[in-house]
């Protein structure tokens, strides 16, 4: 399970306090120790850490808590309080723009999960949205890649804009995006090309098809089990692009939680969604606040 370790050593470092009936500076600073060490061992950011263990001790060492009846109840509904805030606070959702169709552009290195989430997007938001999507397949650098969206497009019955392994992407694009005003999709899905790592030519391909199809999303797909990569990944992508999104994917495994508690406080751009399993059906949208209650347990 996703964050289990973080959860249990979060859960221990808080049950001490919960237990007194008085707390002291010192046993705040303890607790906080226990509670850094939990979350660098989880692999999150340093500064991210450093920043919220400053938050939590202001707030746990202000007369109130101390004072207050059950301190150790404070000092966690400040912790649960100022994960929520790290993660970004409210769940954000997508924005359509208002011409149609609407486009998205879904980036990220070879792995992440791309190709599966564009799958997944179309068929939650044509559930939710009751949008009409076409699926782009941009990315031509691997012949497996396009059969891989045209394979996921069959079994959602969502129809793929494809042109093979020859045409350049920015042109796909294009045509893409004429097909779809002509046949009434109010949403464009595009699949763009990953790579193993970022480099130049990858992002100037997706900024050329971005200032192409001035997309109301882009939104990166980022693999959660890989902590602080994911972190760079997203900084590098949000630098050059301007990312409106991020999904966080893999958080079915067994995650520590670097990427979900960094990402957002690193770059700014909001989690919109998690990825829960290789299943078309199990996209989630991200809630901060459920998602720190679920790591305190
Ligand atoms: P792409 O190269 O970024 O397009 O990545 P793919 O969509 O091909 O996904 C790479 C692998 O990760 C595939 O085997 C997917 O089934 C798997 N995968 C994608 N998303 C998830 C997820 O949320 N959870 C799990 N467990 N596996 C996933």
Redesign the pocket.
């Known amino acids: 399970m996703a964050f289990e370790t973080l959860s249990e050593r979060l859960q221990s470092a808080l049950k001490n306090v919960t237990r007194k009936g008085k707390l002291t500076e010192k046993d705040v600073d303890v607790m906080m120790r226990e509670v850094r060490l939990a979350l660098l061992e989880a692999d999150v950011n340093i500064k991210v850490v450093r920043e919220f263990i400053k938050e939590v001790k202001e707030k746990a060492i202000g007369e109130t808590v101390l004072k207050s009846l059950t301190p150790g109840q404070q000092v966690i509904k400040i912790v649960n309080e100022e994960l929520t805030k790290l993660m970004g606070d409210e769940a954000e959702y997508l924005n359509f723009g208002t011409s149609k169709p609407a486009v998205f552009m879904?980036v990220?290195?070879?792995?992440?999960?791309?190709?599966?989430?564009?799958?997944?997007l179309s068929t939650y938001l044509r559930k939710k949205d009751k949008k009409n999507p076409l699926l782009v397949a941009c990315?031509v650098y691997?012949p497996a890649?396009v059969d891989?969206l045209k394979t996921i497009g069959k079994q959602l019955n969502i129809p793929v804009f494809e042109k093979g392994t020859s045409m350049n992407p920015v042109d796909i694009a294009a045509e893409a995006i004429a097909y779809a005003k002509e046949n009434g999709h109010d949403l464009v899905i595009i699949?763009t090309a990953?790579r193993l790592h970022i480099d130049e030519s990858l992002m100037n391909e997706l900024k050329e098809i971005k200032a192409l199809v001035k997309p109301q999303e882009i939104l990166l797909?980022v693999?959660?089990m890989t902590g602080q990569d994911a972190v760079n990944v997203a900084e590098s992508f949000h630098q050059q692009l301007d990312l409106t999104g991020v999904i966080l994917?893999?958080?079915?495994?067994d995650t520590r939680g670097g990427a979900a508690l960094s990402i957002r406080k690193m770059t700014n751009v909001p989690i919109k969604f998690?990825?829960?399993?290789?299943k078309l059906d199990?996209?989630e949208v991200f809630h901060p606040e459920r998602m720190a209650s679920r790591i305190l347990g």
């Open positions: 879904m990220g290195l070879q792995g992440a999960g791309k190709t599966t989430h564009t799958g997944k990315d691997r890649a891989q699949d990953g797909v693999d959660a994917t893999k958080l079915d495994g998690m990825g829960m399993g290789e199990t996209l």
